[in-house]
């Protein structure tokens, strides 16, 4: 095993954090304090870059969807797929069954923020009717209607969420939100996903 080391962007947000404590939340780490290491098997490589990626808003254009996958990570204006309010999903298909180790986001944005209903899945079935395998839920009230979750909660920060896949094999992956505590969009500036 071996632990995962993403390539990171430099940090978007600088300022005092919002400390806005609620029993659903993780508590804001610190400034560039990292996550604690997500260990993957040797061997794991990154699956997702340049994959096809759909959605479940039909304002949004191909070319949008591609900056999901592009493999560029850094906040600007520009480079953030963005999804109207209300749940939204991005889908991710692998192109084949894999062995899923983590999936890693960022989201990152100049002003403090944290989404809501992060639910992180993997299927077989593009519909994501069978088959589902939910690896990270924070929808505490389930108001997503996905199941209820217990993770946490938390601040967006450059180093991004990583996520253990724990080596679930799917094709797809579906990750959904629902606004933030900035705005009621949705965005996503890269998802990666790795594994074997
Ligand atoms: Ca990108
Ligand atoms: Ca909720």
């Known amino acids: 095993?071996?632990?995962?080391?993403p390539s990171l962007p430099r940090p978007t947000f600088e300022g005092t954090p919002i400390d806005v404590r609620s029993p659903h939340r993780e508590p804001y780490r610190?400034?560039?304090v990292p996550p604690p290491p997500l260990r993957v098997p040797?061997?794991?490589?990154?699956?997702?870059r340049g994959c096809a990626v759909t959605c479940n808003d039909s304002g949004a254009k191909k070319r949008d969807l591609a900056l999901a996958t592009d493999g560029n990570k850094q906040y600007s204006p520009s480079a953030y797929l963005e999804l109207a309010p209300g749940v939204r999903w991005v889908q991710i298909d692998l192109g084949t069954n894999a062995a899923i180790h983590a999936v890693c986001l960022w989201r990152e944005r100049p002003e403090q923020c944290v989404y809501r209903?992060?639910?992180?899945?993997v299927s077989d079935d593009p519909a994501f009717e069978n088959g589902v395998v939910t690896l990270f839920n924070n929808d505490y009230d389930n108001s997503a209607q996905l199941g209820r979750g217990s993770d946490k909660e938390y601040f967006e920060d450059h180093f991004g969420r990583r996520i253990a896949g724990n080596?679930?094999?799917a094709r797809y992956v579906r990750l959904t939100s629902n606004g933030?505590?900035?705005?009621?969009?949705?965005?996503?500036t890269e998802v990666e996903v790795y594994g074997q």
């Open 117 to 121: 209903d992060t639910v992180v899945q």
């Open 1 to 5: 095993m071996k632990a995962l080391a």
């Open 180 to 188: 933030n505590t900035s705005d009621p969009y949705n965005h996503y």
């Open 167 to 169: 080596g679930v094999r």
């Open 42 to 48: 040797e061997g794991t490589r990154l699956l997702s």
């Open 30 to 32: 610190g400034d560039g």
